[in-house]
């Protein structure tokens, strides 16, 4: 991977399940790291193929290998933010990680 199609910061968050004042489970996210990406607009024929997987994903992004992240995590970019949907690991080989994302509106 080139560090210089790395040109997006990043931050990774993890969920951190939390109880409200009635007992019933809060879902929040909590920064885990903060990582250089490249992100890819999917478009086309790329759009099409990745609607097998959820109609949403509108993103993929690659980072280096973090081996905590999950598809249970989300990224935020600047005010926006990212749900995860998809994490591969890149050819098995611990180094470059694909993650298939949509954005996630308020």
């Given at each position: 991977m080139k560090a210089g199609l790395l040109r997006e910061r990043i931050t990774l968050q993890a969920p951190a399940g939390d109880?409200?004042?009635y007992g019933a489970?809060?879902?929040?996210?909590?920064?885990?790291?903060?990582?250089w990406a490249a992100i890819k607009p999917l478009r086309g024929k790329e759009l099409v193929e990745q609607r097998a997987v959820r109609e949403e994903i509108t993103h993929k992004v690659?980072?280096?290998?973090?081996p905590e992240v999950n598809a249970k995590w989300r990224f935020t970019l600047g005010s926006?933010?990212?749900?995860?949907?998809?994490?591969?690991?890149?050819?098995?080989?611990?180094?470059?990680?694909e993650l298939l994302a949509y954005e996630v509106f308020p």
């Open positions: 109880r409200d004042t489970e809060e879902l929040t996210y909590v920064d885990r790291l903060t990582v690659e980072i280096r290998y973090v926006r933010t990212f749900q995860i949907e998809s994490v591969i690991n890149v050819l098995e080989r611990n180094f470059k990680l």
